[in-house]
């Protein structure tokens, strides 16, 4: 059997092409021709796979790797299994199990909060009261109790969960609503193997849905889009995808007599419903603090001693992914 692969690079204008776009392009291959790249050129093969994938950080410029086999001898690339849901060969690929793999990568993050495992607490030196004790949790502070700038790294790891299933049709809706967002419900993932089914629950807010991949391939003389459905789950805490930030930082919200910075100060009427001021916070030398102070969630300087509070923002799209996972095929209710 004869084959060939060639790599074309494709640019689109349009940021919100995908895949389905990309394969359709001028200069391409069309499943079933005959193969011809620059001077070589072969009537007895013919193209099998299209696979498009973006070949950089912008969704402007695509790499597509095209496949050729001799003809007649079914075309496509058969996945390692070929059953259906009854552990019966299926020749139409739509039928067929997905296949599933669990890996692992590691991510570095800036380290606001911890567990103190010092050897002795932070105690006031005006007071003696205890400020932090030893094995508390909370924002990562020096003894002064101002938090480090930068802040430490922390290493990571995020469960990167892939499924390899089979649809007619290319997913474009889908692709563009949901890539790069966020679940907002918990989710329940079928893996389907010899043993049956088994469920990966995912609470909200943990997964992170990838821009679906895949290659337009012939098998069996069926033509069907061979994806690969990713997940990025971040399973570090109930907040997942979700930024929870120390509440810090150099300035607090201003009251009326407070610099103003520009030489004056604030009156009444500069603070008002929806116009909060702020100014800098300044240490006992009146000079503007060099290092981030924690905040008290009216925007004042947290006081010594005092609970130190977070922020929770949304930094992602978030929307619900349970029922996406049906129409990829990626769970299936008629499957046990």
């Excluded at 011809?36 to 973006?54: F, H, I, M, Q, R």
């Excluded at 679906?212 to 995808?241: C, F, K, P, S, T």
Aim: with cysteine.
């Amino acid at each position: 059997m004869r084959e060939y692969t060639a790599v074309y690079r494709v640019t689109v204008t349009d940021a919100s092409d995908g895949p389905e776009v990309v394969v359709q392009a001028s200069g391409l291959p069309a499943i079933g021709d005959t193969y011809s790249a620059g001077n070589d050129s072969d009537t007895s093969v013919e193209c099998v796979s299209l696979k498009p994938k973006l070949a950089g950080d912008s969704p402007l410029y695509w790499r597509v790797v095209c496949q050729w086999q001799t003809k007649g001898t079914g075309g496509g690339l058969p996945p390692i299994r070929t059953l259906d849901a009854s552990g019966n060969h299926s020749d139409d690929p739509t039928k067929w199990v997905p296949e599933y793999s669990i890996s692992h990568m590691q991510v570095s993050t800036p380290c606001r909060d911890a567990i103190f495992r010092g050897d002795a607490a932070i105690t006031s030196s005006a007071t003696g009261e205890v400020l932090r004790a030893v094995d508390s949790a909370g924002p990562i502070v020096n003894a002064a109790m101002v938090p480090f700038s930068p802040a430490p790294e922390r290493l990571e790891s995020i469960m990167v969960f892939r499924c390899r299933t089979h649809l007619d049709d290319y997913p474009a809706t889908i692709n563009a609503n949901y890539q790069n967002t966020i679940n907002t419900e918990d989710l329940w993932v079928h893996i389907f193997g010899n043993g049956g089914k088994r469920e990966l629950f995912v609470w909200k807010y943990q997964c992170f849905f990838m821009p679906i991949g895949g290659a337009l391939i012939r098998y069996n003389d069926q033509w069907v889009w061979d994806l690969d459905i990713e997940l990025h789950l971040d399973m570090r805490g109930m907040m997942g995808w979700r930024k929870r930030l120390s509440n810090q930082g150099y300035r607090h919200q201003a009251s009326v007599g407070d610099d103003d910075g520009f030489g004056g100060t604030y009156t009444e009427a500069d603070i008002s419903p929806g116009n909060v001021g702020t100014a800098a916070i300044r240490g006992p030398d009146k000079r503007e603090i060099s290092e981030p102070h924690l905040l008290t969630m009216d925007g004042q300087p947290l006081p010594t001693g005092g609970t130190p509070t977070y922020l929770t923002y949304s930094v992602l799209d978030e929307m619900p992914h349970q029922q996406i996972l049906f129409d990829l095929g990626v769970n299936r209710e008629d499957w046990s």
